[in-house]
């Protein structure tokens, strides 16, 4: 079965402490890997696309990689602006199919 | 950059209501696409289209109709609003093969 893992669901960090979201898939005939940002009461936010096991993305503090199985969202010395919602999303041949999200919280 | 624009933020309808939420995309994609989102459901799929005038069925269609009669314009019905449709319905736009682009979504509560 087709199906997209996030976790963990939650995880409170503090400010500058670096960690890393999971987000692993079974999907036969993977035509990409997205990584999203949502805040409270808006659209989620495109931040990557992953294509192949090996690739890696880097935006500001955060860098997405992609093996086989899983992708990593590392998040290096967090600020609080950096708390949201963030989703997964994998690509096959006709569908999508999301993660039900990590939802970080950085304190000050 | 890609625009998604959804026409409301909040809306509050009765049930019983027809209701329309609209949404339009201004870079030519192919694909459209509505969602919903609910805290521990995640995002669901209720219809999507791959071109004017066609629409397709996603996991949740029932009590849903869509209309795509311009390229840029995707619209979700609700034929007879209730109360288990209170719920945040996001639109997203792609071109063929590559990931969406979301609107800023519409909060819809359903009295």
């Known amino acids: 079965e087709d199906q997209v893992t996030q976790s963990p669901e939650a995880l409170r960090l503090q400010e500058g402490e670096s960690s890393s979201l999971n987000c692993s898939y079974t999907?036969?005939?993977?035509?990409?890997l997205f990584w999203y940002r949502q805040d409270p009461g808006k659209g989620p936010e495109f931040l990557f696309t992953l294509y192949s096991a090996g690739e890696e993305k880097e935006k500001e503090r955060l860098k997405a990689t992609l093996t086989k199985k899983e992708s990593f969202l590392h998040i290096t010395a967090p600020k609080p602006e950096d708390s949201a919602t963030y989703l997964c999303?994998?690509?096959?041949?006709?569908?999508?199919?999301f993660g039900s999200g990590t939802k970080l919280n950085v304190k000050p | 950059d890609v625009k998604v624009t959804q026409s409301s933020r909040y809306l509050v309808k009765r049930t019983g209501e027809k209701v329309f939420l609209e949404c339009v995309q201004d870079m030519d994609h192919e694909n459209m696409f509505w969602y919903r989102q609910d805290p521990g459901l995640g995002l669901r799929l209720i219809y999507f289209?791959?071109?004017?005038?066609?629409?397709e069925k996603g996991d949740i269609p029932e009590g849903y109709s869509v209309s795509r009669e311009k390229k840029e314009r995707f619209s979700l019905i609700l034929e007879s609003a209730s109360t288990n449709q209170t719920s945040m319905y996001l639109c997203?736009?792609?071109?063929?093969?590559?990931?969406?682009?979301f609107g800023s979504g519409t909060r819809l509560t359903v009295v």
């Open positions: 999907v036969s005939g993977l035509r990409g």
């Open positions: 289209s791959y071109d004017v005038k066609m629409k």
């Open positions: 997203a736009s792609s071109p063929e093969g590559y990931g969406y682009t």
């Open positions: 999303a994998v690509r096959n041949f006709n569908k999508f199919y």
